[in-house]
């Protein structure tokens, strides 16, 4: 049998509580920017492809909402979308943080992995903040409540640990050619990225009753002599809220648009002119139609 005919390919989904680091993990994997990520729980509202390709094969890696408990159209979007990303991978990366408490959340999420016939891995993440000591029990406790086809501590943030899951990754996947081009990185369109750069830029930056009902829309890219001009327009349900984002004198607009600038212009290795306009849209995270407009495939609710 030839080498290549060795290589392994599949499909791998990222799943787990809200901030336990499924973003970062998979930035620092494909070596570049493509989730946003934050401090704040529920970054992450869309199911993302993004792909890795090596001398050992190639792995399509999905990175999912975090699973919560849904208070609106937009939290049942998040949570179905994780768990419909199940029904068409060959390998499942369970993320949690290190701690030896196992709450009903991280029970509820390992319960509907045992109903799937999947190799599932249990990826400790954050290693970086605790005691060598102290991860050996956290990896007992979450062995005792489900059988994982193997454990892995890890820093994503600081890439420790990293490596070894790649290959044990391999390792689980079927043998078979790429399924992309070896230089595809993700499925994402620009625009979809630079949408959540900026909402980045408002979830690091504002008050924490604000972010979970802000959003992004690219209303127009133009390439002019050498230069992007981007207009955006950040979506927001209270007056109130347009208000902070605006900031006095408009000061925290500027803000939020320079730093989403300069990620932008990484992106795009370009000089960029980024406008920010906000309007508020109330309870938009209920309304069906403005979040098709926004992109969010409402197919994937339940």
Known sequence: MS???????????????????????????????????????????????????????????????????????????????AYKTLESVDSVLFLAEPKTYIGAGERHILEE????????????????MVKKAEIP??????????????????????????????NRLYDSLPEGDPFFDEDTITNETEREIISELVREQA??????EVPHGVAVDIESMKRKRKIWHIEATIYCEKKSHKGIIIGRNGEKIKSIGMAARAEIEKLLSSQVNLQLWVKVRPNWRDDE???????YDLKDIS
Do not use: W
């Open 137 to 166: 029990p956290v990896i007992a406790a979450y062995k005792e409540i489900f059988d994982f086809a193997g454990c892995f501590p890890v820093s994503a943030k600081h890439k420790t640990g990293v490596d070894v899951l790649i």
């Open 113 to 128: 992995l045992s109903k799937i016939h999947l190799p599932v891995f249990l990826v400790v993440n954050k290693i970086d």
């Open 3 to 81: 080498e290549e005919r060795k290589k392994r390919t599949g499909y791998v989904a990222l799943i787990g509580r809200p901030n336990v680091g499924k973003s970062t993990l998979l930035n620092h994997i494909i070596g570049m920017k493509l989730a946003i990520t934050s401090r704040l729980p529920q970054t992450t509202r869309k199911k993302m492809m993004a792909v890795y390709t090596s001398d050992r094969g190639q792995i399509v890696f999905m990175d999912t909402p975090g699973i919560h408990l849904a208070r609106n159209k937009l939290g049942e979007y998040m949570d179905s979308s």
């Open 203 to 208: 979830l690091r930056q504002l008050s924490e």
């Open 289 to 295: 139609k403005i979040m098709r407009n926004l992109g």
